[in-house]
């Protein structure tokens, strides 16, 4: 009875994550909550979030649940925790506090809601709201494309489906496609369910393509080319760590050509590489070199402590002077935006716990082989992804949600959880 019990509290809970899952892609990440309103969807699905954390939070207490993190997932707990300090002080307090907020509930709520009922249950859950937006915003496209096609700055129209902008439309088919090849596709027996997942990879994949989205297209490519050296790991072979070592080589000496094929290319050659034909938004990475620079000044007057969560979409027009017609309200870079909000001290724990965990995960990839693998691959895309986005942290993103999940994901838990 009690067993019955819990799975019926499972599978509503399940239900309602992929309902939040399904709402936060075009309410979280909307241009209206890059603005900082609040309003419609915003609030009821935010209201949906916190009452269920407070549903989940009494059924927890009912069962005398004992939270258990680990010192990675504690280090990113202390990030959030101090990036309340530089807030108060930063332009803009009261934005800062609801951001950081915000984010710490997300994360305590994935950390209990794991533990609760178990890791893989929530981890699939996220996973088919994912699924479900995708394939409804690419049915809209089929059906209605003006409904989820977006005109940028430089006036082209690109996909965005629910995402409320294409290169987070992208990013959303990446995750969805290195979840199903190497977490779903290998764990399914059945034809019919290998089909579905194959299906579901293919929908992702024109959706990637349709975004236009070459950032995550080339991550997307990078990070799977790194499974076939893990999937050897895992399977104790000698020739592992070798394979690995060549692809770090190979991919040292790739840059190294790039880069010096960038450096020699003419403006013609480098324009050809460019939506807009003109060869400057390349070299500039679509302006993202002119908003590092403009980042990087502001950080050289405060670099200990930082200025609070988004204080960029305050500071960083202020000194705006880049060339772009276009006003950055971040970065444009996760690990320049923890600085910007967090400071030295604030990025140090950043890069501990995601050093942490992937070294964590690589030695535990032997004894839970298909979880370890997808949180080993998810944090790598998170983390390049980071070089040229937000990604994990900042404000609240998908990245930063799937980043949670790597962070709470504890292989002894899971054993305990039954997953």
Not at 61 to 71: A, F, G
Not at 93 to 104: D, G, K, W, Y
Not at 227 to 244: E, I, T
Request: hydrophobic share 50%; aromatic share 12%.
């Amino acid at each position: 009875m009690k067993n019955r019990r819990v799975s019926t509290y499972r599978s509503i809970f399940t239900l309602i994550c992929v309902l939040i899952a399904f709402f936060a892609q075009f309410s979280l990440s909307s241009d209206a909550f890059q603005e900082g309103s609040d309003a419609g969807i915003q609030v009821l699905m935010k209201l949906g979030l916190y009452f269920t954390a407070g549903m989940l939070a009494l059924f927890g207490l009912s069962r005398n649940l004992k939270i258990k993190i680990d010192r990675n997932a504690a280090s990113l707990m202390l990030v959030l925790l101090w990036s309340i300090i530089p807030g108060i002080f930063g332009p803009s307090p009261a934005v800062a506090f609801a951001t950081t907020v915000s984010m710490i509930g997300i994360y305590v709520f994935i950390i209990y809601a794991t533990q609760l009922f178990g890791f893989n249950h929530i981890f699939e859950s996220i996973y088919i709201g994912l699924v479900l937006m995708i394939v409804v915003s690419f049915a809209t496209y089929l059906a209605a494309p003006a409904t989820v096609m977006m005109q940028l700055w430089n006036g082209e129209y690109r996909y965005k489906g629910f995402m409320g902008h294409p290169n987070s439309m992208g990013q959303v088919s990446v995750f969805t496609i290195l979840i199903s090849l190497t977490y779903f596709y290998p764990r399914v027996n059945k034809a019919l369910s290998k089909a579905a997942v194959i299906c579901i990879t293919i929908v992702s994949t024109l959706g990637l393509i349709l975004t236009d989205s070459k950032t995550s297209m080339v991550l997307c490519i990078i990070t799977l080319s790194i499974v076939p050296s893990l999937r050897l790991l895992k399977s104790k072979s000698s020739y592992a760590s070798k394979l690995l070592t060549v692809f770090i080589l190979i991919s040292l000496y790739s840059s190294a050509i790039v880069l010096t094929l960038y450096k020699l290319a003419d403006e013609t050659t480098l324009a050809s590489f460019s939506r807009s034909g003109n060869a400057q938004e390349v070299t500039t990475l679509t302006g993202r070199t002119e908003v590092w620079q403009t980042a990087i000044s502001l950080i050289a007057e405060n670099p200990l402590i930082g200025y609070g969560l988004r204080a960029g979409q305050v500071l960083l027009p202020e000194v705006w002077k880049g060339s772009a017609i276009w006003v950055p309200p971040h970065s444009h870079n996760m690990y320049l935006e923890a600085l910007l909000a967090t400071g030295l001290v604030g990025l140090l724990f950043l890069i501990y716990s995601i050093i942490g965990k992937f070294v964590g995960l690589v030695s535990n990839l032997r004894r839970k082989a298909d979880l370890s693998l997808v949180m080993i691959v998810l944090l790598v895309f998170i983390s390049c992804l980071g070089v040229f986005e937000l990604s994990g942290f900042g404000t609240i993103t998908v990245a930063y949600v799937f980043l949670c999940c790597v962070m709470s994901y504890s292989g002894e838990i899971d054993k305990e959880s039954g997953s």
